[in-house]
């Protein structure tokens, strides 16, 4: 699903509570299925109220969200998901006061949230015109250190977001 040509009801539809959110970041950050960064194993289940995956050999944690903007965020991940909908339709020209009603957050917590995206998208001109795509993934280290060294993911694209191929940016 794409920013530029879903609805937002579609969007919205799609990414409606955390569970369908946390889903969509799982399958970017293992994207052929879980793999323990620290054992291998590759069964698992999520912790559910601390966005964390446990694998099931040692009781191994491992974020969800390590790396990516919505790090120990106190927000619904659906309203990050509704903000990037928002950026990526308005082209990131988006203010912060509109997407206060839009999102129903605070003035400040719509202006960090800009913030916080465009720095992850770094040249927001320039993504923009590439399908869309925005790269949530701030650090890619700390990414890598979490069982990421092989891919990057970036964001959004209709196919990683339906559970198809694994993304590259
Ligand atoms: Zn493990």
Not at 4 to 14: L, N
Not at 20 to 35: E, N, S
Request: glycine residues 8%; aromatic residues 12%.
């Amino acid at each position: 699903m794409q920013a530029e040509t879903a609805s937002f009801w579609e969007w919205q539809q799609h990414f409606s509570g955390e569970q369908h959110c946390l889903q969509a970041l799982i399958k970017l950050r293992w994207p052929d299925g879980f793999v323990c960064g620290r054992c291998g194993h590759r069964k698992g289940w999520l912790l559910q109220t601390r966005h964390v995956y446990e694998c099931a050999g040692y009781h191994h944690h491992t974020s969800v969200t390590a790396g990516t903007v919505f790090h120990n965020t106190k927000l619904p991940l659906a309203k990050w998901f509704w903000c990037i909908y928002w950026m990526s339709t308005d082209k990131g020209s988006i203010s912060a006061l509109r997407l206060t009603k839009l999102v129903g957050v605070s003035w400040i917590t719509a202006h960090r949230m800009l913030w916080k995206l465009r720095v992850a998208m770094g040249d927001q001109n320039r993504l923009y015109r590439l399908e869309g795509t925005v790269e949530l993934w701030t650090t890619p280290s700390s990414a890598a250190s979490a069982g990421l060294a092989a891919r990057r993911p970036s964001w959004p694209r209709a196919d990683t977001m339906t559970g198809g191929r694994g993304l590259s940016p």
